[in-house]
């Protein structure tokens, strides 16, 4: 059972790293594609709104699987020890 959990752990852990840096590099790539090739300069700003909405809410899905893989990662280190 030992042996189960232990990898259940590891793969959890890293499903939420790899999460984290794919939505951050695939975001950031399609913000950069929409700004500078699909967005005409003189409508960028009324597009502003939604694109800040857009980052907003990915970039927070990041920060809260980082922040719960450090609270999980803390919490199995103290009950190992």
Known sequence: MDEYKEKFKKSLLTT???YAILMIVLFTIL???????????????SELDGLLIMGGFVYS?????????HY??????????
């Open 16 to 18: 939420l790293l790899i």
């Open 31 to 45: 913000l950069l594609v929409l700004i500078i090739w699909l967005i005409p300069p003189e409508q960028l700003l």
């Open 61 to 69: 899905t990041c920060l809260i699987a980082l922040l719960i893989r």
């Open 72 to 81: 999980l990662k803390r919490k199995w280190a103290r009950e190992e020890q």
